[in-house]
């Protein structure tokens, strides 16, 4: 039986969950600003006690690896990282927008039409992909200032469900008839199970000592106003 950590941090949820041969039975998370360095190694502690598990007793760890917050999947990766040196364990990396659109499909089965996870940028840029049913990928991940014109011929096509912290600002451009949008969250670790249990399943482990999150873009360290006229 595959006992897999899943760490979740891409975004502004902080989630924890562990799963036994691809199915969830122990999950904790929690949404808000800042939230990933003080609650990852408490949550993580929790889902394994929750579980009645040892840390020994994992067989992997696996950890979204982007796109998304550039401080969050630094935390989640390092996190994970740390995990794996300490425990002799592999290393399974999960792609953030796969494992949102996994989980839609999983609360939502019987759907046929497109999935286009959003994960927020800034102003109208979201982080994005468009996956079929199958989960295969149709448009592959971008980072995409959203307009009227985003989507359109697939749109004119094909119904597509829009989901995630990035798609409640779209909604106002996107009015297409086939546009949908869910604002259920799926940015959880529990929505990792099947994509994980799949990637151990063929071994499909990280290099520990190499392995970098996606960060889509390079992370810029802007200035304040104060700061520019002190500067």
């Given at each position: ?141 971008e980072a995409k200032i ?26 106002e451009v996107l009015t ?56």
């Open positions: 039986m595959a006992k897999i950590l899943q760490i979740e941090t891409a975004t502004a949820v902080c989630s924890v969950a562990l799963s036994i041969n691809g199915e969830t039975i122990s999950v904790k998370e929690e949404q808000g600003q800042n939230l990933h360095a003080a609650n990852l190694t408490l949550f993580i502690d929790e889902v394994i006690k929750a579980a009645g598990l040892s840390y020994s007793e994992l067989d992997a760890i696996a950890v979204s690896k982007g796109p998304g917050s550039y401080t969050g999947l630094r935390i989640g990766v390092s996190t994970a990282k740390g995990l794996c040196y300490a425990l002799d364990k592999p290393l399974i990396a999960v792609e953030t927008l796969e494992m949102m659109a996994a989980g839609f499909l999983a609360e939502n089965p019987a759907y046929s039409g497109l999935i286009c996870p959003m994960i927020d940028a800034r102003r109208m840029e979201v982080y994005t992909s468009v996956f079929a049913s199958s989960l295969n990928v149709l448009l592959p991940t959203i307009d009227e014109t985003s989507f359109a011929d697939l749109l004119s096509q094909h119904p597509i469900t829009f989901l995630g912290d990035g798609a409640a600002k779209c909604a297409q008839q086939n546009a949908k949008f869910d604002s259920a969250n799926f940015n959880s670790a529990a929505y990792m199970s099947k994509l994980a249990i799949h990637a151990f399943d063929n071994s499909d482990f990280e290099d520990v000592a190499y392995f970098e999150p996606f960060y889509l873009k390079d992370f810029v360290v802007t200035q304040s106003k104060k700061q520019q006229a002190q500067g």
